[in-house]
């Protein structure tokens, strides 16, 4: 939130979803490499030195991180303040990221991918679509979350009001999100859109694939984990760091995320993962990355634009194919 309010995304001193409140007010490292000189941890943690409990933590953490890349990414967002800054791991920068904004989703796509991914039906769901535009990708998703996931957890209610108001999630009441609210969407989409296939992994499949199938849609099984993320790595690296990926002004995407890291694990292979299991989401990133296992599949929608070289070079009308 802090960082929205700085770069301009939160006004303050206003109401309503796109103000805050909230004093920017940030104690931290002012480079990574202090991490390594335990004397300047005061910056980033002003109790460290009347806590003997959390000090004691903060070291072995400190030697764990050693080890482990994914240790080293919550250590220094949770302990030292400096989130999302070892690029070498983040999944992209902030400015990357925050860059996604500058174009919505295009009114005319020739066909687009559909996708979906949520942990449980009692928490968020993301629906999204997938599509390529003179040589970018675009991405347009929509939450739904149950009401019992704000209540129940410790979300910051910021992000989600300002994506309520962006029309880009919504909240969902009763036992669960049921399948006809993501049936439902992807039918309103298709009157727009001509949707291909649409993408999930397996455990979704088993509660979506009969109810979209029955609706007309095609549904496609994709796998998770290492193999598959390690597959995709180049792609999503390229799409990020060239700017060429784009959700339209969608907050609640931004924050999916950033808040996933790259695990590299032993095989040499890497695993995309949650910052922190329970109040960090992932789903609409983790539904873009289904999409992105069938980009390959449809065309890029920008018109195409033919030049005949030989009208420029000779002037005459046509040259005929002789056989």
């Not at 109401?15 to 005061?42: H, K, Q, T, Y």
């Not at 996708?115 to 599509?131: E, P, Y």
């Not at 970018?136 to 992000?159: C, G, M, P, W």
Request: hydrophobic residues 35%.
């Amino acid at each position: 939130e802090s960082k929205m309010i700085l770069s301009g995304e939160l006004g303050i001193d206003k109401d309503g979803a796109e103000f805050s409140s909230l004093f920017p007010f940030i104690c931290r490292l002012d480079n990574d490499n202090e991490v390594d000189d335990p004397d300047m941890w005061e910056k980033a943690c002003p109790t460290i030195n009347y806590n003997a409990d959390l000090k004691r933590k903060m070291f072995q953490e400190y030697s764990q991180m050693q080890r482990n890349a994914g240790l080293r990414l919550t250590f220094m967002t949770k302990r030292m303040n400096r989130p999302m800054e070892d690029t070498r791991f983040a999944v992209a920068s902030y400015d990357d990221v925050l860059h996604t904004k500058e174009k919505e989703f295009p009114e005319k796509m020739d066909e687009v991918i559909g996708t979906v991914d949520f942990a449980d039906r009692r928490d968020f769901a993301s629906v999204g679509l997938l599509g390529k535009y003179d040589k970018d990708v675009y991405f347009t998703q929509h939450t739904f979350i149950h009401e019992s996931a704000l209540r129940l957890q410790n979300i910051k209610r910021e992000v989600i009001d300002i994506s309520i108001d962006q029309g880009k999630s919504q909240i969902v009441h009763g036992k669960n999100i049921e399948a006809d609210y993501i049936v439902g969407w992807f039918l309103e989409m298709s009157n727009k859109y001509y949707i291909k296939k649409i993408a999930m992994d397996m455990y979704r499949a088993k509660i979506l694939k009969p109810a979209l199938e029955e609706a007309g849609f095609t549904v496609e099984i994709v796998r998770s984990g290492s193999v598959t993320h390690g597959m995709l790595k180049d792609l999503v690296d390229d799409l990020f760091i060239n700017q060429r990926l784009f959700f339209g002004d969608d907050a609640i995407m931004r924050w999916y995320c950033m808040n996933v890291y790259e695990e590299h694990i032993s095989n040499g292979n890497i695993r995309y993962e949650k910052i922190e299991p329970e109040t960090r989401k992932t789903d609409g990133f983790f539904s873009f990355l289904h999409g992105l296992n069938f980009l390959d599949d449809i065309y890029d929608s920008a018109p195409v634009t033919v030049t005949n070289s030989s009208v420029e070079n000779t002037g005459t009308g046509f040259t005929p194919l002789v056989f």
